[in-house]
């Protein structure tokens, strides 16, 4: 298998195995890393958990990963800040 479909297949995966929270949000902020802002519910100010996704370096994002940040930004009543950085 080469990196970019087990990449594709990553993606795919993770939508079956990681239920998103209800009250998920995500935006990603332009610039360079693009950064993805993931809250799901109340936010406490002046805080954030920065995340930075595993994958063995050839697969994960933040997209992959925002149902998992969801969870984590939820239970921390916190933003989660995703850098979309080159595997």
């Known amino acids: 298998v080469s990196p970019t479909k087990a990449a594709r297949a ?50 994960g994002s933040p997209t992959a990963y925002a149902p998992l940040c969801g969870r984590i930004a939820r239970l921390a009543a916190t933003e989660v800040i995703a850098p979309d950085y080159p595997l």
């Open 10 to 59: 990553f993606e795919r995966t993770s939508r079956l195995l990681l239920r998103r929270p209800p009250s998920l949000c995500r935006r990603a902020m332009p610039g360079e890393p693009v950064l993805h802002r993931i809250t799901a519910g109340p936010v406490r100010p002046g805080r954030v958990i920065l995340y930075l996704h595993g994958g063995a370096f050839f697969v």
